[in-house]
């Protein structure tokens, strides 16, 4: 299976620029996909297909790569994105998702 | 407005069988994708299965010897079965669907459920 490795937890201030990676264990093409959850709800989908923003979603919200190297931006942060950001490539079967990423705002 | 929802016993025995089900609205389940997602206690995401628009089935091969996925369109529900059951399946099971319509494999998670926390204890 396409190991998804993300770092545990980031902790920003409001107002800057946070930069939440991922790295697959294989290729995923553009494939990638960024879902943010907050605790005790369902994931809400961000990003899709690497660098396109879902439905709804802020601008402030933007993400890069392919292959097998890929970033979630948030710019700038606000307190209300406290979450765990988890992603998701679905190039190769099964889908897996990463570990997710903690942020957590000073 | 596309809606998912899933229900099932809350609590569930050792050994014995989990039976879900994830009742649609909004769309049909003869044009879309859904798919079902389960998630530890405070851990990370692991896709189950889907179900086709077309009727046909798919599962991580890491479950597909304990589950069966399958549907009633006439209900717009999609059932979820795993059997033998332990500790380590513990957690909020999610059904999800495709963005779009009649689409292929290579697709992600647009719309989510609420999800059902599934307990085995004895």
């Known amino acids: 299976d396409t190991v998804l490795t993300q770092s545990p937890a980031l902790a920003v201030s409001p107002g800057e620029r946070v930069s939440i990676s991922c790295r697959a264990s294989?290729?995923?093409?553009?494939?990638m996909h960024w879902y943010q959850q907050k605790p005790g709800q369902q994931p809400k989908l961000l990003i899709y297909?690497?660098?396109n923003l879902a439905s709804g979603v802020p601008a402030r919200f933007s993400g890069s790569g392919s292959g097998t190297d890929f970033t979630l931006t948030i710019d700038p942060v606000e307190a209300d994105d406290t979450a765990t950001y988890f992603c998701?490539?679905?190039?190769?079967?099964?889908?897996?998702f990463g570990a997710g990423t903690k942020l957590e705002l000073k | 407005q596309v809606q998912l929802k899933e229900s099932g016993p809350g609590l569930v025995q050792p050994s014995q069988t989990l039976s879900l089900t994830c009742t649609v609205s909004g769309f049909s389940l003869t044009s879309y994708n859904v798919h079902w997602v389960r998630q530890p206690p405070g851990k990370g995401l692991e896709w189950m299965g889907r179900m086709r628009y077309n009727g046909d089935t798919s599962y991580n091969s890491a479950l597909k010897s304990r589950l069966s996925i399958s549907r009633d369109t006439s209900k717009n529900q999609v059932f979820l079965k795993m059997n033998s059951l332990q500790t380590d399946d513990t957690g909020t099971y999610y059904c999800?669907?495709?963005?779009?319509?009649?689409?292929?494999?290579?697709?992600?998670?647009?719309?989510w459920g609420q999800g059902t926390l599934v307990t085995v204890s004895s």
């Open positions: 297909k690497a660098s």
């Open positions: 294989e290729g995923v093409n553009s494939y």
């Open positions: 999800t669907r495709d963005p779009y319509y009649y689409s292929g494999d290579l697709n992600w998670f647009a719309y």
């Open positions: 998701q490539q679905s190039w190769n079967d099964p889908y897996t």
